[in-house]
């Protein structure tokens, strides 16, 4: 439904309307259009760059309605019926609790309107949803009458989502009273009150014992599934005998547990019962019924499954053994994966009361125990304990040290132990532990360097096994000013002087590194470095390194240099040409007057930051791209600031949007639409990693470089995020349902915008809404969610499966528990992740490019004051007269 379109109209009052003139004002007779086959599917060429929705920006004070005057009016039993009965026609508060609907109704105020009053124009921005008490208006688009609105309709419910203009003009035909509800008033009691929901329900998964072992994220995905489930005064929840799946937690009532007809006991607001049933799926062991009205929240044991990844007792044990070895000195210097490989390894088994665990005489360096629940003690010496959490062995086993047990080790109640021989260790770590660990502390270590930044995870692991150990005695020159160097060093333990031309300059110790530029140029050493008493290096050698790149690799490595360069000035800039414009600023792309190295830069006016009230979200898009460091992702190389602007001096990325390398393609090959999906979940676990959501991922925000890879651009709607946020931002097509409704969301909203990508690279279109233009209809079509596949596509395709996952409503089972568990997708079979990001894999479309030489020639000849050039772009644009309600904190840009 558009912003002032009547769900149930009078098909007498209707006039049909051109959908070219007025889109959003729909019809109840719709048009069922034959299904295309993939031949006839064509791409639409409507390229969107910015957000359409950007709620974080501020508007103008708007004010619908201005001639009505409010009327004090208690609400009587006939105008809340009156209300909700509209209500229940938008899907905006199909999915709100009774107490949010009674709260929404509290808030809303009566205004009364004389006859032949405008309540709102055609083409502005409106603020307010409104509900007919008594009276009529009609509906006006480009001067012709659409509709009639009658007592009890309702129109204009966009607004409560935001300020896209208005689809026509509403006036009143006789005297009218209009229950009003305002957008800040409905989002800010929305959002009050979801945040108060999660985090009682956030509260309640903390008090349950059995998740005490999840992880944040864990619990955070949890909190996502939970579904509200009432029951009246003596109704049954639970019969004892019967099969059980969910875990129940009470949140307002009061429940009785009964066997076989005897009171057990009673439970109030916070307790739970049925968690076995999470766990074990047995049946129920009591008759639970509700001695009042009870409202509970549910844990489903399958979908829980399904959001966490694995059974629940699965994700407990492995999520005890990672505490384990995080507490255990030795075992905590395994990197993720090698802890991950060792955990999958290990094997369970449960014991009894005083069950034998460990038998005396057991060789300690047979294998490795982990105690993941309950406690060990000596059969002899009782004070001899292992607690949950201890490892056992791993000491012995690396240090293959011969020590039997003395006496046997028995179980203290209910027990549960993971073992994994000394063999099985070794094999899962990848080697022997000294060995493994030194490379691991290099690694670490090398990953922080710029120059190894772009190599993938198995490059890594085989440059671990290049690094040299060397050692040096006290004043020993390692390496000797102005000769060739051949190697790069990476100090372990000690200190050295570095010495240039006689002269001490500075001193480096432990983890600091000297020499890398060596492995990629012949540079000739440019200063000595000696050692003071003993250092230990690793040495990783030029001829070692150049062997595992090839030609692709080296040259990206090349390229990252460059960009890591932050000593260049905006002096040392000169202006090409200008690139784009958008409403905060423009792009252009520059070159460095020497190297000739291209750059894009992105102004952003102070006249339109003051104006917009948008230095908070510079100041944060700044903060987000210094976290940033991909391949696949723009990189900021430095900013600056004067007196006119801010400056973003970015990569400048030669390309194609994604956009428009789609209708090259038409629909995709799925061998190729898997290579995309792929390049965004890699982008995305870079992000995520950082707890930084995107919020308007879409073809048009990537481009396709020069080898054929996308990379992500435009950080100006993403943010960080811990738990939920509430700002609707993003483009309405690719907005997840828990965006669009201001319950509240989190990371998993980029997942569902991956899955609608996919569907429109495998299907040409866009799966909800794709004929709609109008914002409301879209929303709709999302919050139904009606996920059909064309015809022509095979039901045992693997993607059909995949899609539904990613489009799940709810957020938590999008990704399969976690970024492994989506990369380990059967749809993902065969795909060589690192080579994507190596750009090893061949691309589906490499864009052909223009060259810019002559316009590079062109520039640097005419030498033009970069400042003229901006200014003379900028005069041609308006700027908006600052309406300022709040002021910016003093030296807000003091970073840049």
């Not at 039993?77 to 509209?86: E, T, V």
């Not at 875990?247 to 968690?275: A, P, S, W």
Request: net charge neutral; hydrophobic share 40%.
């Amino acid at each position: 439904m558009g912003s002032c379109a009547v769900k149930q109209r009078n098909k007498g009052e209707i006039q049909k309307v051109n959908p070219q003139i007025a889109p959003e004002i729909r019809l109840e007779e719709e048009v069922k259009r034959p299904q295309k086959s993939s031949a006839d599917l064509t791409r639409k060429h409507i390229k969107q760059k910015k957000a359409v929705v950007d709620a974080r920006l501020h508007t103008d004070e708007i004010t619908d309605a201005p001639t009505g005057n409010q009327v004090e009016k208690r609400k009587t039993p006939s105008d809340i019926k009156l209300i909700k009965a509209s209500l229940q026609k938008h899907f905006i508060f199909s999915s709100l609790t009774d107490k949010q609907i009674d709260l929404i109704i509290e808030h809303m105020k009566l205004y009364a309107v004389n006859s032949n009053e405008v309540i709102f124009e055609q083409n502005s921005k409106g603020n307010a949803f409104f509900i007919v008490a008594t009276g009529r208006l009609e509906v006006v688009v480009n001067n012709n009458r659409v509709n009639l609105i009658k007592e009890g309709d309702s129109f204009g419910e966009l607004a409560l989502i935001h300020d896209t203009p208005r689809s026509a003009t509403v006036r009143t035909i006789m005297n009218t009273a209009l229950w009003v509800l305002d957008r800040k008033t409905f989002r800010s009691t929305l959002e009050e009150l979801n945040a108060l929901n999660y985090k009682e329900n956030r509260s309640f998964i903390d008090s349950v014992p059995i998740f005490q072992i999840l992880s944040e994220s864990q619990k955070e995905s949890l909190v996502s599934t939970l579904t509200s489930l009432k029951f009246q005064s003596g109704q049954k929840i639970v019969n004892e005998g019967d099969p059980g799946d969910l875990l129940y937690i009470i949140k307002e009532g009061n429940v009785v547990c009964t066997q076989k007809g005897m009171e057990k006991r009673r439970l109030t607001k916070g307790d739970f019962f049925g968690e076995q049933a999470l766990l074990y799926g047995s049946v129920r062991t009591a008759t639970v019924t509700a001695v009042d009205e009870a409202t509970c929240v549910a844990l489903n044991r399958e979908e829980l499954a399904t959001t966490l990844g694995a059974s629940l007792q699965l994700i407990i044990y492995k999520n005890s053994m990672r505490i384990a070895f995080d507490k255990n000195e030795t075992l905590k210097k395994l990197t993720k994966p090698q802890s991950e490989a060792l955990i999958n390894e290990m094997q369970v088994k449960s014991y009894e009361n005083n069950e034998v665990v460990i038998n005396q005489g057991t060789s300690k360096c047979e294998g490795i125990w982990v105690i993941v629940k309950g406690e060990l003690k000596g059969k002899v010496n009782k004070d001899s304990k292992y607690k949950v959490f201890d490892v056992i062995g791993e000491s012995h086993v690396i240090q293959n040290k011969e020590e039997i047990f003395v006496e046997d080790f028995v179980a203290v109640g209910d027990v549960d132990v993971t073992h994994i021989s000394a063999s099985g260790f070794s094999n899962a770590i990848g080697g022997d532990y000294a060995q493994v660990t030194s490379n691991n502390e290099a690694i670490q270590l090398l990953k922080r360097i710029q120059l190894f930044k772009g190599l993938s995870p198995s490059q890594f692991q085989v440059l671990a096994t290049m690094i040299k150990i060397q050692e040096f005695d006290d004043s020993q020159t390692i390496v000797e000013q102005n000769n060739v160097g051949d190697c790069f060093f990476l100090i372990k333990s000690g200190k050295v002087d570095i010495i240039k031309d006689g002269q001490v300059i500075r001193n480096i110790t432990k983890h600091d590194y000297f020499g890398e530029r060596s492995l990629l140029f012949n540079n000739f050493r440019t200063a000595s470095v000696v050692a003071r008493k003993k250092v230990v290096c690793w040495v990783l050698y030029k001829s070692d390194f150049l062997g595992i790149l090839n030609e692709n690799i080296r040259r990206q490595l090349l390229e990252r240099i460059e960009l890591q360069d932050d000593s260049i000035t905006l002096q040392d800039l000169t202006i090409i040409k200008l690139l784009g414009s958008g409403m905060f600023g423009n792009v252009f792309l520059t070159a460095h007057k020497t190297k000739k190295t291209l750059f894009a830069l992105k102004t952003v006016d102070r006249r339109k930051i003051s104006a917009y009230e948008i230095e908070e979200n510079i100041v944060l898009e700044r903060k987000i791209l210094l976290q940033l460091d991909h391949v696949l992702i723009m990189k900021l190389v430095r900013t600056y600031k004067d007196s006119k602007r801010l400056y973003f001096l970015m990569e400048f990325i030669r390309g194609m949007d994604l956009f428009d390398v789609l209708r090259k393609l038409d629909l995709l090959k799925e061998c190729d639409a898997r290579f995309y999906t792929a390049c965004i979940f890699i982008i995305l676990e870079h992000l995520h990693e950082r707890g930084i959501i995107y919020r308007d991922l879409k073809p048009e925000n990537m481009v396709v470089d020069t080898e054929g890879y996308p990379k992500l651009i435009d950080f100006g709607t993403a943010k960080f995020v811990t738990g939920r946020t509430y700002t609707i931002v993003g483009t309405p097509h690719y907005m997840a349902p828990e965006v669009i409704t201001s319950h509240g969301y989190g990371l998993a909203a980029d997942y569902w915008t991956v899955g609608i990508m996919l569907y429109e690279f495998m299907f040409g279109c866009v799966p909800f809404g794709e004929e709609e233009t109008d914002p409301y209809a879209i929303y709709e079509k999302v919050q139904e969610r009606k996920l059909t596949f064309p015809k022509w596509v095979d039901n045992k395709n693997k993607v059909k499966e995949f899609i539904n996952q990613l489009l799940s409503k709810n957020p938590a089972s999008r990704l399969g528990g976690n970024f492994d568990n989506l990369k380990a997708n059967s749809w993902f079979i065969g795909l060589n992740w690192d080579k994507i990001i190596s750009k090893e894999l061949k691309a589906p479309f490499v864009p052909k490019l223009a060259p810019l030489d002559i316009e590079i020639e062109n520039a640097l000849k005419g030498n033009k004051v970069l400042d003229e050039v901006i200014s003379k772009v900028e005069n041609k644009e308006e700027v908006p007269k600052s309406k300022r309600r709040t002021q910016p904190p003093p030296n807000w840009d003091e970073e840049f």
